[in-house]
């Protein structure tokens, strides 16, 4: 075993990925993830404790959100990078430690007491860290059910670090959410905690996934105005293009603002669809519209768009040795990529500077044609809701038997090819909410509408699947039930990285029962863990097409 990782959906015999990841990741740089969130651990610990003698460090908790972005599956494949943020890491890490040592001497006249030695990173050169993450992953906890619950809590605080982070990037920030990252992190080096206890603290995971979600949803409409229904095109122009994958809106904001007027158009890929949905980017005359697929496209669609690419967070899939895009792939935020050309974060109170990416573009070709036609999204809760009166009328004439979600994450295994196969089959009375890259199953297909609702309705990115979760719960009141799963609802969701599972845990946490995932359920989950979350949760994996959309409907 060079290696232990199964925190994604593609992980080896759903088991764990031994040798190399299936995403491609080197063991080199699994230890050196696996370090960084030992010291983020370490550096949580500290913060709890420092709480209690009322010290509270808002940018520690970003550190940590942050640094957990870049551990996220396929955000960031750059070994120095890793590195530096382990040493700042540890280095905050032993500065806090310093007062808290300080302040626990002056109350109790000794030195303050660490944690086990697994707890925290030890002091380590850099030349040793790879050697010193081999001791300290997934695996140091040796208890199966324990390890599970832990790396459950860990996972969701990923996904919640990746929210905390764009809305941090915008402005808006949360104390409580601030506060549990560190808690959350600290509780999973604290061997004193029973299974019971861990199993809350996985709950308690997803009601901040909510919380985190809903501070997003507010950061993004305040910044750029409500999503409102737009019609979005595929085609592409005659100028030199640059193609903005990922999901973050600060990012694409200001490249709107540093190329307008230059003859580049600006294109949206994968999860930056959405930005389309958004009034404030709608002013851009050089804003054209979207190209190319989900993720695991990518290889294809860079190689074809001819113009820079910019990542602005995860979702890189490794190039191979055919491909010629490098030097016009461009990296930014937490995200990583050896030849890449990286963007530095923003100097306070200025943007990024995005020079380098124009350059580029402006001696490239446009990008090759890859479709025509447009898609429709921009179904946020805001919209959605003003339509509830004639959705309400739609369900009672018997015009609309079932809203299915369909959202979360697409990926490349041949059985996602049931999540399309549901979508063709469902009944033309089923409505379909989407948000997440799992919108390219269902999205482009010839669906139509239900007396002017059109069946596939995108709340957008894979966080606005808390739009999703808002419109559910707002129809229980319209219909004036007194129980969420009373309504014509049912789940199909696909999954397979970490802002996935913190979605899945906001949904359990909200009430939502009964829920298909798939293509298979999470491998960290252990036996045990798993029967107590379907025991409680009736939470399944998808099947065949046939026999789950007759389970759907009926």
Not at 13 to 27: E, F, Y
Not at 100 to 106: K, M, N, P, Q
Request: charged share 25%.
């Amino acid at each position: 075993m060079s290696m232990f990782c199964y925190q994604c959906q593609e992980t080896s015999r759903n088991l764990g990925c031994t040798m190399r990841g299936v995403c491609g990741k080197s063991p080199e740089l699994c230890h050196l993830l696996d370090l960084s969130i030992h010291a983020m651990k370490g550096l949580a610990w500290v913060n709890v404790k420092l709480l209690t003698y009322g010290k509270y460090y808002p940018e520690d908790s970003l550190a940590v959100m942050q640094g957990l972005f870049k551990t996220i599956t396929n955000a960031n494949w750059d070994e120095e990078q890793i590195k530096d943020t382990i040493t700042k890491l540890v280095a905050l890490r032993d500065k806090r430690f310093a007062e808290l040592d300080a302040l626990y001497i002056a109350k109790n006249g000794k030195p303050c007491p660490l944690p086990p030695p697994a707890a925290v990173a030890f002091k380590v050169k850099p030349e040793d860290y790879e050697e010193f993450g081999k001791q300290v992953g997934v695996l140091a906890t040796a208890n199966e059910d324990v390890r599970s619950l832990r790396e459950t809590i860990i996972y969701g605080i990923k996904g919640i670090s990746a929210y905390g982070d764009h809305a941090a990037m915008l402005g808006y920030f949360d104390d409580e959410v601030n506060k549990f990252v560190m808690e959350g992190l600290a509780a999973t080096i604290n061997d004193s905690l029973t299974a019971e206890q861990l199993t809350a603290l996985v709950i308690k995971t997803g009601e901040h996934a909510v919380k985190v979600m809903a501070l997003l949803d507010k950061a993004n409409t305040e910044s750029y105005g409500v999503p409102e229904p737009t019609v979005v095109q595929l085609s592409v122009g005659t100028n030199p293009g640059i193609l903005v994958s990922g999901h973050d809106l600060k990012d694409f904001e200001e490249l709107l603002q540093q190329t307008e007027g230059k003859g580049i158009d600006i294109y949206t890929h994968s999860e930056m669809l959405p930005a389309n949905y958004y009034p404030a980017f709608k002013k851009y005359k050089h804003f054209h519209g979207n190209y190319g697929s989900s993720w695991w496209h990518q290889l294809e669609d860079f190689e074809n768009f001819n113009g820079p690419i910019l990542m602005t967070t995860n979702c890189i899939v490794p190039l191979r040795k055919e491909q010629t895009y490098l030097d016009r792939f461009f990296t930014t935020g937490m995200t990583g990529y050896p030849g890449a050309v990286h963007i530095p974060d923003r100097e306070p109170g200025k943007p990024k500077d995005f020079s380098a990416l124009i350059a580029k573009a402006k001696t490239c070709q446009p990008p090759k044609e890859l479709e025509n036609g447009t898609i429709t999204g921009g179904f946020n809760h805001r919209t959605v809701l003003a339509l509830a009166d004639k959705i309400i009328e739609a369900v009672k004439a018997g015009a609309i038997k079932k809203f299915v979600v369909m959202a979360g994450c697409d990926g490349r295994m041949p059985s996602r090819k049931y999540f399309t196969e549901i979508a063709e089959k469902l009944p033309k009375d089923a409505v379909i909410l989407t948000a997440g890259c799992a919108k390219y199953r269902d999205i482009k297909l010839p669906l139509g509408d239900i007396g002017g609702i059109p069946r596939v309705l995108d709340a957008g990115q894979c966080n606005d699947s808390y739009s999703l979760a808002v419109i559910a719960l707002k129809l229980k009141e319209a219909f004036g039930l007194d129980d969420v799963n009373k309504l014509p609802l049912a789940f199909d969701i696909a999954w397979y990285e970490q802002k996935a599972v913190a979605v899945l845990l906001a949904l359990l946490s909200l009430g939502f029962k009964n829920m298909r995932l798939g293509p298979t359920l999470p491998g960290f989950l252990s036996p045990n863990v798993a029967k107590v979350i379907i025991d409680t949760f009736g939470l399944t994996q998808t099947a065949d097409a046939d026999g789950d959309v007759a389970a759907i409907m009926a």
